[in-house]
Protein backbone atom coordinates (compact mmCIF):
# COMPACT_ATOMS: atom_id res chain seq x y z
CA UNK A 1 0.00 0.00 0.00
CA UNK A 2 2.05 3.27 -1.35
CA UNK A 3 0.83 5.66 1.29
CA UNK A 4 3.05 9.17 2.16
CA UNK A 5 2.89 11.57 4.53
CA UNK A 6 0.67 13.96 2.84
CA UNK A 7 -1.81 11.20 0.67
CA UNK A 8 -5.00 12.30 1.51
CA UNK A 9 -4.17 15.31 -0.42
CA UNK A 10 -5.67 13.33 -3.29
CA UNK A 11 -8.80 13.67 -1.98
CA UNK A 12 -9.87 17.21 -3.36
CA UNK A 13 -13.09 17.57 -0.25
CA UNK A 14 -10.30 17.22 2.18
CA UNK A 15 -7.99 19.10 0.47
CA UNK A 16 -10.32 22.24 0.55
CA UNK A 17 -11.61 21.30 4.05
CA UNK A 18 -7.87 20.90 5.47
CA UNK A 19 -6.88 24.59 3.20
CA UNK A 20 -10.53 25.97 5.24
CA UNK A 21 -9.76 24.41 8.83
CA UNK A 22 -5.89 25.80 8.84
CA UNK A 23 -7.08 29.44 8.80
CA UNK A 24 -10.02 29.31 11.03
CA UNK A 25 -8.19 27.06 13.95
CA UNK A 26 -5.18 29.72 13.80
CA UNK A 27 -8.03 32.15 15.06
CA UNK A 28 -9.44 30.25 17.41
CA UNK A 29 -6.34 29.52 19.29
CA UNK A 30 -5.94 33.58 19.45
CA UNK A 31 -9.24 33.53 20.99
CA UNK A 32 -8.54 30.36 23.97
CA UNK A 33 -4.99 32.10 24.00
CA UNK A 34 -6.74 36.05 24.75
CA UNK A 35 -9.52 34.34 26.71
CA UNK A 36 -7.28 32.92 29.27
CA UNK A 37 -5.47 35.91 29.73
CA UNK A 38 -8.04 37.91 30.22
CA UNK A 39 -9.87 35.78 32.72
CA UNK A 40 -6.26 35.37 34.67
CA UNK A 41 -5.44 39.46 34.26
CA UNK A 42 -8.76 40.31 35.83
CA UNK A 43 -8.69 37.45 38.47
CA UNK A 44 -5.21 36.70 39.52
CA UNK A 45 -6.97 33.31 40.23
CA UNK A 46 -5.62 29.72 39.13
CA UNK A 47 -8.58 28.34 40.10
CA UNK A 48 -10.45 30.40 37.73
CA UNK A 49 -8.12 29.41 34.51
CA UNK A 50 -9.83 26.26 35.59
CA UNK A 51 -13.15 27.25 35.44
CA UNK A 52 -12.75 29.00 31.88
CA UNK A 53 -12.07 25.58 31.02
CA UNK A 54 -14.77 24.14 32.67
CA UNK A 55 -17.06 26.73 30.94
CA UNK A 56 -15.61 25.82 27.76
CA UNK A 57 -15.89 21.88 27.48
CA UNK A 58 -18.56 20.76 30.21
CA UNK A 59 -21.12 21.94 27.66
CA UNK A 60 -19.37 19.68 25.17
CA UNK A 61 -19.95 17.41 27.46
CA UNK A 62 -23.81 17.79 28.56
CA UNK A 63 -25.09 17.78 24.88
CA UNK A 64 -22.24 15.97 22.86
CA UNK A 65 -24.63 12.68 22.87
CA UNK A 66 -27.19 14.62 21.07
CA UNK A 67 -24.54 15.94 18.63
CA UNK A 68 -23.70 12.63 18.11
CA UNK A 69 -27.54 11.73 17.16
CA UNK A 70 -27.72 14.36 14.92
CA UNK A 71 -24.50 13.49 13.11
CA UNK A 72 -26.14 10.31 12.51
CA UNK A 73 -29.76 11.58 11.81
CA UNK A 74 -29.21 14.79 9.65
CA UNK A 75 -27.12 15.46 6.94
CA UNK A 76 -23.38 16.25 8.69
CA UNK A 77 -22.50 18.78 5.79
CA UNK A 78 -25.27 20.89 6.33
CA UNK A 79 -24.82 20.78 10.09
CA UNK A 80 -21.44 21.61 10.46
CA UNK A 81 -22.01 24.54 8.09
CA UNK A 82 -24.22 25.80 11.05
CA UNK A 83 -22.04 25.45 14.21
CA UNK A 84 -19.64 27.34 11.81
CA UNK A 85 -21.57 30.04 11.14
CA UNK A 86 -22.31 29.79 15.33
CA UNK A 87 -18.89 30.01 16.14
CA UNK A 88 -18.19 32.85 14.52
CA UNK A 89 -21.08 34.99 15.79
CA UNK A 90 -19.63 34.17 19.26
CA UNK A 91 -16.60 35.25 18.54
CA UNK A 92 -17.95 38.37 17.06
CA UNK A 93 -19.95 38.74 20.23
CA UNK A 94 -17.04 38.56 21.95
CA UNK A 95 -15.25 41.08 20.31
CA UNK A 96 -17.61 43.60 20.82
CA UNK A 97 -17.99 42.64 24.64
CA UNK A 98 -14.19 43.51 24.99
CA UNK A 99 -14.08 46.57 22.80
CA UNK A 100 -16.20 48.57 24.86
CA UNK A 101 -14.46 47.65 28.12
CA UNK A 102 -17.72 47.33 30.17
CA UNK A 103 -17.42 43.99 31.40
CA UNK A 104 -16.93 40.91 33.62
CA UNK A 105 -15.48 37.73 34.01
CA UNK A 106 -18.64 36.23 34.20
CA UNK A 107 -19.64 37.75 30.78
CA UNK A 108 -16.37 36.15 29.31
CA UNK A 109 -17.59 32.42 30.73
CA UNK A 110 -20.98 33.08 29.65
CA UNK A 111 -19.74 33.59 26.06
CA UNK A 112 -17.37 30.61 26.48
CA UNK A 113 -20.51 28.33 27.96
CA UNK A 114 -22.20 29.20 24.42
CA UNK A 115 -19.20 28.41 22.21
CA UNK A 116 -19.23 24.62 24.37
CA UNK A 117 -22.62 23.57 23.38
CA UNK A 118 -22.23 24.68 19.59
CA UNK A 119 -19.11 22.83 19.86
CA UNK A 120 -20.69 19.37 20.88
CA UNK A 121 -22.39 19.28 17.39
CA UNK A 122 -19.54 20.77 15.90
CA UNK A 123 -17.32 18.15 16.25
CA UNK A 124 -19.10 14.68 15.96
CA UNK A 125 -20.34 16.47 12.29
CA UNK A 126 -16.93 16.91 11.50
CA UNK A 127 -14.98 14.42 12.61
CA UNK A 128 -17.86 11.87 10.82
CA UNK A 129 -17.58 14.25 7.85
CA UNK A 130 -13.69 13.45 7.28
CA UNK A 131 -14.34 9.97 6.62
CA UNK A 132 -16.89 10.92 3.52
CA UNK A 133 -14.26 13.26 2.63
CA UNK A 134 -11.66 10.86 1.62
CA UNK A 135 -12.46 9.20 -1.48
CA UNK A 136 -10.53 6.47 -1.12
CA UNK A 137 -10.57 4.74 2.61
CA UNK A 138 -7.08 3.42 3.04
CA UNK A 139 -5.98 7.51 3.44
CA UNK A 140 -8.18 7.76 6.68
CA UNK A 141 -5.80 7.04 9.07
CA UNK A 142 -3.37 9.19 6.94
CA UNK A 143 -6.04 12.26 7.02
CA UNK A 144 -6.86 11.96 10.65
CA UNK A 145 -3.16 12.22 11.66
CA UNK A 146 -2.69 15.15 9.09
CA UNK A 147 -6.12 16.66 11.25
CA UNK A 148 -4.17 16.83 14.48
CA UNK A 149 -0.89 18.44 12.58
CA UNK A 150 -3.30 21.14 11.04
CA UNK A 151 -4.88 21.73 14.61
CA UNK A 152 -1.33 21.84 16.63
CA UNK A 153 0.11 23.57 13.16
CA UNK A 154 -2.12 26.56 14.47
CA UNK A 155 -1.52 25.93 17.97
CA UNK A 156 2.05 26.84 16.72
CA UNK A 157 1.19 29.96 15.16
CA UNK A 158 -1.72 31.19 16.81
CA UNK A 159 -0.75 32.03 20.77
CA UNK A 160 2.50 33.78 19.03
CA UNK A 161 0.24 36.27 16.90
CA UNK A 162 -1.97 36.13 20.04
CA UNK A 163 0.26 37.39 22.24
CA UNK A 164 1.90 40.39 20.18
CA UNK A 165 -1.55 41.30 19.02
CA UNK A 166 -2.74 41.64 22.80
CA UNK A 167 0.11 43.56 23.80
CA UNK A 168 0.25 45.84 20.68
CA UNK A 169 -3.58 46.05 19.97
CA UNK A 170 -5.93 44.63 22.95
CA UNK A 171 -7.68 41.56 23.52
CA UNK A 172 -10.56 42.20 21.27
CA UNK A 173 -8.41 42.51 18.19
CA UNK A 174 -7.94 39.02 18.90
CA UNK A 175 -11.60 37.71 18.82
CA UNK A 176 -12.05 39.56 15.74
CA UNK A 177 -9.34 38.46 13.56
CA UNK A 178 -10.62 34.50 15.45
CA UNK A 179 -14.37 35.78 13.66
CA UNK A 180 -12.95 36.70 10.28
CA UNK A 181 -10.82 33.03 10.29
CA UNK A 182 -14.26 31.44 10.15
CA UNK A 183 -15.06 32.70 6.35
CA UNK A 184 -12.21 30.50 5.18
CA UNK A 185 -13.62 27.06 6.40
CA UNK A 186 -17.11 28.34 5.31
CA UNK A 187 -16.08 29.05 1.68
CA UNK A 188 -14.24 25.88 1.90
CA UNK A 189 -17.49 23.70 2.27
CA UNK A 190 -19.76 25.52 -0.31
CA UNK A 191 -17.01 24.61 -2.63
CA UNK A 192 -17.20 21.08 -1.85
CA UNK A 193 -18.63 18.16 -4.32
CA UNK A 194 -20.30 15.75 -2.16
CA UNK A 195 -22.41 13.04 -2.61
CA UNK A 196 -26.24 13.77 -1.99
CA UNK A 197 -27.62 13.37 1.77
CA UNK A 198 -30.46 10.67 1.70
CA UNK A 199 -32.19 10.88 4.62
CA UNK A 200 -33.07 7.96 6.92
CA UNK A 201 -36.43 6.49 8.39
CA UNK A 202 -35.74 7.04 12.35
CA UNK A 203 -37.82 4.08 13.96
CA UNK A 204 -36.22 5.01 17.26
CA UNK A 205 -35.96 8.01 19.73
CA UNK A 206 -33.09 10.04 20.91
CA UNK A 207 -32.84 8.52 24.00
CA UNK A 208 -33.00 4.84 22.88
CA UNK A 209 -30.39 6.23 19.82
CA UNK A 210 -28.42 7.56 22.85
CA UNK A 211 -28.67 4.09 24.94
CA UNK A 212 -27.34 1.95 21.65
CA UNK A 213 -24.62 4.51 21.43
CA UNK A 214 -23.14 3.48 24.59
CA UNK A 215 -23.96 -0.34 24.69
CA UNK A 216 -21.77 -0.47 21.52
CA UNK A 217 -19.32 1.12 22.70
CA UNK A 218 -19.36 -1.27 26.54
CA UNK A 219 -19.77 -4.64 24.07
CA UNK A 220 -16.92 -2.99 21.62
CA UNK A 221 -13.52 -3.84 23.81
CA UNK A 222 -10.99 -2.38 21.19
CA UNK A 223 -12.90 1.16 21.64
CA UNK A 224 -13.76 1.06 25.08
CA UNK A 225 -10.11 0.61 26.37
CA UNK A 226 -9.70 3.65 24.06
CA UNK A 227 -11.88 5.41 25.63
CA UNK A 228 -11.31 4.75 29.16
CA UNK A 229 -7.75 5.44 28.79
CA UNK A 230 -8.77 9.15 26.64
CA UNK A 231 -11.11 9.94 29.61
CA UNK A 232 -8.52 9.65 32.29
CA UNK A 233 -5.71 11.65 30.73
CA UNK A 234 -8.51 14.18 29.95
CA UNK A 235 -9.25 13.81 33.59
CA UNK A 236 -5.85 14.11 34.99
CA UNK A 237 -3.34 15.04 32.66
CA UNK A 238 -4.76 17.45 30.03
CA UNK A 239 -5.65 20.21 31.76
CA UNK A 240 -1.98 20.86 32.86
CA UNK A 241 -2.26 23.62 30.01
CA UNK A 242 -4.85 25.83 31.93
CA UNK A 243 -1.60 26.35 34.66
CA UNK A 244 0.39 27.54 31.65
CA UNK A 245 -0.51 31.35 32.28
CA UNK A 246 0.90 30.71 35.60
CA UNK A 247 4.34 29.64 34.29
CA UNK A 248 4.53 32.55 32.16
CA UNK A 249 3.14 35.73 34.27
CA UNK A 250 4.32 34.22 37.48
CA UNK A 251 7.29 31.95 37.01
CA UNK A 252 9.05 33.37 34.01
CA UNK A 253 7.69 36.57 35.08
CA UNK A 254 6.60 37.47 31.34
CA UNK A 255 4.26 39.24 29.68
CA UNK A 256 1.55 37.84 27.38
CA UNK A 257 3.91 37.52 24.87
CA UNK A 258 5.75 34.79 27.04
CA UNK A 259 2.43 32.77 27.43
CA UNK A 260 2.37 33.20 23.56
CA UNK A 261 5.72 31.69 23.19
CA UNK A 262 5.35 28.84 25.38
CA UNK A 263 1.78 27.47 24.30
CA UNK A 264 3.13 27.70 20.48
CA UNK A 265 6.39 25.66 21.55
CA UNK A 266 3.48 23.01 22.57
CA UNK A 267 2.10 23.66 19.39
CA UNK A 268 5.20 22.57 17.73
CA UNK A 269 6.10 19.73 20.03
CA UNK A 270 2.21 18.19 19.00
CA UNK A 271 2.75 19.53 15.15
CA UNK A 272 5.47 17.28 15.05
CA UNK A 273 4.17 14.82 16.71
CA UNK A 274 0.80 14.47 14.26
CA UNK A 275 3.69 14.14 11.85
CA UNK A 276 5.51 11.48 13.42
CA UNK A 277 1.66 9.81 13.34
CA UNK A 278 0.93 11.05 9.91
CA UNK A 279 3.97 8.79 8.32
CA UNK A 280 3.66 5.34 10.38
CA UNK A 281 3.76 2.83 7.72
CA UNK A 282 0.17 0.94 7.08
CA UNK A 283 0.10 -2.28 9.63
CA UNK A 284 1.99 -0.14 12.76
CA UNK A 285 1.03 -1.11 16.15
CA UNK A 286 -0.90 1.95 17.21
CA UNK A 287 -1.81 0.68 20.64
CA UNK A 288 2.38 0.38 21.32
CA UNK A 289 2.73 3.45 19.88
CA UNK A 290 0.06 5.05 22.22
CA UNK A 291 1.87 3.52 25.12
CA UNK A 292 5.27 4.64 24.37
CA UNK A 293 3.75 8.28 23.78
CA UNK A 294 2.22 8.35 26.84
CA UNK A 295 5.66 7.67 28.76
CA UNK A 296 6.89 10.62 26.42
CA UNK A 297 4.43 12.65 27.38
CA UNK A 298 4.59 12.17 31.05
CA UNK A 299 8.23 12.41 31.20
CA UNK A 300 7.81 15.60 29.75
CA UNK A 301 5.71 17.23 32.02
CA UNK A 302 8.10 15.80 35.08
CA UNK A 303 10.95 17.78 33.54
CA UNK A 304 9.09 20.80 32.56
CA UNK A 305 7.43 21.41 36.21
CA UNK A 306 10.10 22.36 38.29
CA UNK A 307 12.60 23.92 35.53
CA UNK A 308 13.29 27.01 35.92
CA UNK A 309 15.51 28.15 33.41
CA UNK A 310 12.97 29.19 30.13
CA UNK A 311 14.79 27.78 27.38
CA UNK A 312 15.36 24.26 28.47
CA UNK A 313 11.56 24.69 30.04
CA UNK A 314 10.14 25.18 26.41
CA UNK A 315 12.77 22.37 25.07
CA UNK A 316 10.33 19.97 27.45
CA UNK A 317 7.74 21.72 27.37
CA UNK A 318 7.63 20.57 23.05
CA UNK A 319 8.72 16.94 24.25
CA UNK A 320 5.61 16.27 27.05
CA UNK A 321 3.57 18.02 23.83
CA UNK A 322 5.14 15.48 21.17
CA UNK A 323 3.88 12.34 23.41
CA UNK A 324 0.12 13.97 24.14
CA UNK A 325 -0.39 14.48 20.15
CA UNK A 326 -0.72 10.58 20.43
CA UNK A 327 -3.75 10.58 23.24
CA UNK A 328 -6.12 12.59 20.86
CA UNK A 329 -4.50 10.77 17.25
CA UNK A 330 -4.39 7.45 17.72
CA UNK A 331 -7.56 7.21 20.03
CA UNK A 332 -9.10 9.13 16.71
CA UNK A 333 -7.60 7.02 14.34
CA UNK A 334 -8.54 3.38 15.81
CA UNK A 335 -12.19 4.51 16.46
CA UNK A 336 -12.69 6.07 13.03
CA UNK A 337 -10.94 2.80 11.41
CA UNK A 338 -13.07 0.17 12.96
CA UNK A 339 -16.46 1.38 14.35
CA UNK A 340 -19.81 0.54 12.30
CA UNK A 341 -20.72 3.87 9.91
CA UNK A 342 -24.27 3.12 11.31
CA UNK A 343 -22.68 4.31 15.06
CA UNK A 344 -20.21 6.91 13.92
CA UNK A 345 -21.72 10.04 14.65
CA UNK A 346 -23.07 8.59 18.37
CA UNK A 347 -19.35 6.74 18.88
CA UNK A 348 -17.67 9.46 18.01
CA UNK A 349 -19.72 12.42 20.57
CA UNK A 350 -18.80 9.37 23.24
CA UNK A 351 -15.45 10.33 21.66
CA UNK A 352 -15.79 13.85 22.34
CA UNK A 353 -17.50 13.44 25.91
CA UNK A 354 -13.98 11.67 26.89
CA UNK A 355 -12.08 14.44 25.15
CA UNK A 356 -14.22 17.14 26.22
CA UNK A 357 -16.39 16.21 29.18
CA UNK A 358 -13.49 15.25 31.48
CA UNK A 359 -11.02 18.23 30.81
CA UNK A 360 -13.41 20.82 32.27
CA UNK A 361 -13.18 18.61 35.34
CA UNK A 362 -9.67 17.92 35.48
CA UNK A 363 -9.25 21.54 35.04
CA UNK A 364 -11.41 22.10 38.71
CA UNK A 365 -9.13 19.72 40.11
CA UNK A 366 -5.98 21.05 38.80
CA UNK A 367 -6.80 24.38 39.37
CA UNK A 368 -7.90 23.80 43.03
CA UNK A 369 -5.27 21.20 43.85
CA UNK A 370 -2.27 23.90 42.83
CA UNK A 371 -3.70 26.25 45.52
CA UNK A 372 -2.29 24.47 47.95
CA UNK A 373 0.24 22.25 46.60
CA UNK A 374 1.67 24.97 43.96
CA UNK A 375 1.72 24.73 40.13
CA UNK A 376 5.01 22.86 39.61
CA UNK A 377 4.14 20.30 42.35
CA UNK A 378 0.86 19.89 40.61
CA UNK A 379 2.19 19.26 37.13
CA UNK A 380 4.42 16.97 38.12
CA UNK A 381 2.40 15.39 39.55
CA UNK A 382 0.19 15.63 36.24
CA UNK A 383 3.12 13.75 34.81
CA UNK A 384 3.25 10.73 36.89
CA UNK A 385 -0.16 9.89 36.49
CA UNK A 386 0.28 10.04 33.01
CA UNK A 387 3.53 7.49 33.34
CA UNK A 388 0.89 5.11 35.79
CA UNK A 389 -1.77 5.15 32.70
CA UNK A 390 1.01 4.29 30.57
CA UNK A 391 2.20 1.47 32.68
CA UNK A 392 -1.71 0.07 33.06
CA UNK A 393 -2.34 0.08 29.47
CA UNK A 394 0.72 -1.72 28.35
CA UNK A 395 -0.48 -4.46 30.80
CA UNK A 396 -4.00 -4.28 28.87
CA UNK A 397 -1.91 -4.94 25.87
CA UNK A 398 -0.61 -8.02 26.99
CA UNK A 399 -3.43 -9.38 28.71
CA UNK A 400 -4.80 -9.46 25.63
CA UNK A 401 -1.96 -10.59 23.47
CA UNK A 402 -2.28 -13.64 26.32
CA UNK A 403 -5.67 -13.78 25.25
CA UNK A 404 -5.04 -14.26 22.16
CA UNK A 405 -2.22 -16.37 22.36
CA UNK A 406 -4.00 -18.59 24.55
CA UNK A 407 -7.12 -18.45 21.69
CA UNK A 408 -4.95 -19.71 19.03
CA UNK A 409 -3.91 -22.37 21.10
CA UNK A 410 -7.15 -23.90 21.87
CA UNK A 411 -8.50 -23.66 18.89
CA UNK A 412 -4.96 -25.93 17.28
CA UNK A 413 -5.82 -28.38 19.96
CA UNK A 414 -9.44 -28.18 18.85
CA UNK A 415 -8.77 -29.78 15.21
CA UNK A 416 -8.61 -33.56 15.70
CA UNK A 417 -5.65 -34.68 13.33
CA UNK A 418 -6.23 -36.13 9.68
CA UNK A 419 -5.16 -39.69 9.58
CA UNK A 420 -3.51 -40.68 5.78
CA UNK A 421 -5.51 -43.52 3.77
Known amino acids: MNITTFSAFKSRNYRLFFTGQSVSLI ?5 KT ?4 VVYSLTHSKFMLGVTLFATMFPSFLFSFLGGVAADRYDRYKLMLFTQMASMLQAILLAVLIFFKQYTVWEVLS ?14 ARQSLVYEMVDDKKYLPNALALNSSMVNLSRLIGPAIAGLVIERFGEDICFGINALSFM ?3 ISLLLMKLPVFVPKKNTQNVFNSL ?9 TPAIGSIMAMLALVSLFVLPFSTLIPVYAKDIFHGTASTFGIIDSVIGLGAFAGGIFLASLRPGTNLRKILAINT ?3 GTGLILFSHT ?22 ISNTIIQTTVDPAMRGRVISIYAMSFFGMQPFGGLIIGSVSQHIGVENTVMAAGFIALLIGVIHVLYIRKNKQKENDSVVADELSVEPVLES
Open 27 to 31: GTWMQ
Open 34 to 37: AVSW
Open 111 to 124: LSVLLGIINAFDVP
Open 184 to 186: AVI
Open 211 to 219: RDGMMYVIK
Open 295 to 297: FVF
Open 308 to 329: TYYPLALVFAALSAFGMMSQIT
